[in-house]
């Protein structure tokens, strides 16, 4: 099982810092969750970030970029798949937005797809917000002829009322990477827990996607204030993780 973490579970570490827990721990990928500017530990430039990262690969920098029809935002993935390549990572996530138009959301795709591939990276677009759905986002891969591949946000699969089976079903060979966090089902909806405590069982996606995909965990405690102080500090965090996956 190759492993990863979002830095979303660590945005008060430096670069430096989140190099050295990726190391220490024995993961292959960290994934890095944009600033609000765009940028990953303040003045650091790519080639310093590259550099830091040299041991552990970079899956994906995290934009909060939202495509829609008509507006595929070309500029702005222009510069983020610019400062993913330079940084040598593999992708930029985005999001996407159908506003009932899926083939206008379609055209854009393709628009921003081939921006990110001119500058080096891939297109990646996570099961989020009005595309959680499963059965939407291949209908949006189909149309637009695979030119994106998917991070899959479990617990945003099932809050859309899929079933892992499905969604795994659905998604299987257009994963790039599984989005991990753990959480129970309540008369409201999820509510996120520490690891091992909900219902998520990475071994079982693991099985569905014969054993293809990368699995990172992405501790939103960043959002989520119920979340802080459940673990120690990130050591104990990412330990969790990895003992959970098993």
């Known amino acids: 099982m190759r492993t990863a973490f979002s830095t979303l579970?660590?945005?008060?570490?430096?670069?430096?810092e989140v190099a050295g827990l990726a190391n220490k721990h024995g993961f292959d990928f960290v994934e890095i969750r944009l600033d609000e500017r765009g940028g990953f530990g303040g003045s650091l430039d790519a080639r310093s970030i590259r550099a830091l990262f040299k041991d552990v690969k970079i899956l994906s920098l995290n934009t909060g970029i939202t495509v829609n029809p008509g507006n595929p935002l070309v500029e702005q993935i222009k510069t983020a798949a610019s400062f993913a390549a330079a940084c040598g990572a593999e992708g930029i996530r985005i999001f996407a937005d159908p506003k009932g138009n899926a083939e206008a959301l379609a055209e854009s795709i393709v628009i921003s797809s081939l921006a990110a591939r001119g500058e080096g990276t891939e297109l990646l677009i996570e099961t989020?917000?009005?595309?959680?759905?499963?059965?939407?986002?291949?209908?949006?891969?189909?149309?637009?002829d695979g030119s994106?591949?998917?991070?899959?946000?479990?617990?945003?699969?099932?809050?859309?009322?899929?079933t892992v089976d499905?969604?795994?079903?659905?998604?299987?060979?257009s994963v790039s990477h599984v989005h991990l966090k753990d959480a129970v089902k309540t008369d409201v909806g999820y509510?996120?827990?520490?690891?091992?405590?909900?219902?998520?069982?990475?071994?079982?996606?693991?099985?569905?996607?014969?054993?293809?995909?990368?699995?990172?965990?992405?501790?939103?405690?960043?959002?989520?204030?119920?979340?802080?102080g459940i673990y120690r500090d990130t050591d104990e965090l990412l330990l969790s993780y990895l003992d959970w996956l098993k």
Do not use: Q, Y
């Open 166 to 173: 499905v969604s795994a079903r659905n998604l299987k060979g």
């Open 191 to 228: 509510r996120m827990t520490a690891l091992g405590e909900g219902v998520i069982e990475p071994a079982a996606i693991r099985d569905l996607l014969d054993g293809e995909a990368i699995f990172s965990l992405e501790w939103e405690e960043f959002w989520n204030k119920e979340l802080r």
């Open 128 to 144: 989020h917000g009005e595309l959680t759905s499963t059965d939407d986002m291949i209908k949006l891969l189909g149309l637009t």
């Open 9 to 16: 579970s660590c945005m008060d570490k430096t670069p430096a």
């Open 148 to 162: 994106f591949n998917v991070i899959w946000d479990v617990l945003h699969t099932l809050e859309s009322g899929e």
